[in-house]
């Protein structure tokens, strides 16, 4: 297996972004732009908004995700949603372990392994975030880095479930920022990703698992970076907000 053979997912990240109803009228528009991918079409959506996306994208290719899922199937955690509660709505993917979660609310590598487990487990697809700072890349840490935290989210994951599992590269000083990490860069960071899958699990099932780069991506430099043979898409910030900005990054990636 190889890139060819492994589907892009370019999902969007919406953040904290959109009300329901601009979650509703942002799909509507997004619906036929995109209808025509050859590639995964997600859009991981706040909690409140996701009944509102979920009927907006019905009988089209764009599948829902949520920014983020607990560990515990249920029990006194005030204010978290657990697994079951999102499938239930058809939730089918949930970010994990952003960088702005591990940044502002203390997530940490072992709780992002707990929740992947919990998603596995409640039958939702992870799209586990890694990626390192400028201040640990210009160190030079930045392979050991991403190889430390691949592993770490993925302890205890059977090889068997890695099929629904999505690695996302995001280098921290990309996100948000308007820098780009180079194609290079990215394909380099995501290779990284991978010879740790690889250390873990075997080269041929590293060869199977999607690994996503995230960091202003974007319609104008979208198609450079999902040509790289370690890209297998994109998570979106910014420009998944914009359907017609989407749909050039979905677009781009349907060509590969
Ligand atoms: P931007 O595309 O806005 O840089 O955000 C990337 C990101 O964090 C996606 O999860």
Same mark, same amino acid.
């Given at each position: 297996?190889?890139?060819?053979?492994?589907?892009?997912?370019?999902?969007?990240?919406?953040?904290?972004?959109?009300?329901?109803?601009?979650?509703?009228?942002?799909?509507?528009?997004?619906?036929?732009?995109?209808?025509?991918?050859?590639?995964?079409?997600?859009?991981? &959506?706040?909690?409140?908004? $996701?009944?509102?996306?979920?009927?907006?994208?019905?009988?089209?290719?764009?599948?829902?995700?949520? *920014?983020?899922? +607990?560990?515990?199937?249920?029990? !006194?955690?005030?204010? /978290?949603?657990?697994?079951?509660?999102?499938?239930?709505?058809?939730? /089918?993917?949930? &970010? $994990?372990? +952003? %960088?702005?979660?591990?940044?502002?609310?203390?997530?940490?590598?072992?709780?992002?392994?707990?929740?992947?487990?919990?998603?596995? *487990?409640?039958?939702?697809?992870? $799209?586990?975030?890694?990626?390192?700072?400028?201040?640990?890349?210009?160190?030079?840490?930045?392979?050991?880095?991403?190889?430390?935290?691949?592993?770490?989210?993925?302890?205890?994951?059977? !090889?068997?479930?890695?099929?629904?599992?999505?690695?996302?590269? *995001?280098?921290?000083?990309?996100?948000?920022?308007?820098?780009?990490?180079?194609?290079?860069?990215?394909?380099?960071?995501?290779?990284?990703?991978? !010879?740790? $899958?690889?250390?873990?699990?075997?080269?041929?099932?590293?060869?199977?698992?999607?690994?996503?780069?995230?960091? %202003?991506?974007?319609?104008?430099?979208?198609?450079?970076?999902?040509?790289?043979?370690?890209? =297998?898409?994109?998570?979106?910030?910014?420009?998944?907000?914009?359907?017609?900005?989407?749909?050039?990054?979905? %677009?781009?990636?349907? =060509?590969?």
């Amino acid at each position: 297996m190889n890139k060819a053979t492994r589907k892009a997912v370019i999902a969007g990240n919406w953040k904290m972004n959109k009300t329901p109803a601009e979650a509703k009228a942002l799909i509507e528009e997004m619906k036929p732009l995109v209808a025509g991918a050859d590639c995964e079409v997600v859009l991981c &959506v706040p909690f409140v908004d $996701i009944p509102a996306a979920i009927e907006a994208a019905k009988g089209s290719n764009i599948k829902i995700g949520a *920014e983020n899922v +607990h560990f515990k199937a249920s029990g !006194a955690y005030t204010g /978290e949603i657990a697994a079951n509660m999102l499938k239930e709505l058809g939730v /089918e993917y949930v &970010v $994990i372990g +952003h %960088s702005e979660r591990r940044q502002y609310f203390g997530e940490t590598d072992q709780t992002v392994n707990l929740r992947t487990l919990a998603a596995l *487990e409640g039958g939702l697809k992870p $799209i586990v975030c890694v990626g390192e700072t400028l201040e640990q890349r210009e160190l030079g840490y930045t392979e050991t880095l991403l190889k430390f935290q691949t592993k770490m989210a993925l302890t205890n994951v059977k !090889a068997s479930e890695l099929k629904d599992v999505v690695i996302a590269y *995001e280098p921290v000083w990309a996100i948000g920022t308007g820098v780009t990490a180079t194609a290079d860069q990215a394909d380099e960071g995501n290779g990284f990703v991978r !010879a740790a $899958i690889a250390e873990a699990y075997g080269a041929e099932v590293a060869e199977t698992v999607t690994v996503q780069y995230g960091g %202003s991506m974007n319609a104008k430099n979208a198609e450079e970076l999902v040509a790289k043979v370690n890209v =297998d898409g994109g998570l979106i910030g910014g420009a998944s907000l914009k359907a017609a900005d989407f749909a050039v990054i979905v %677009s781009a990636a349907s =060509d590969k």
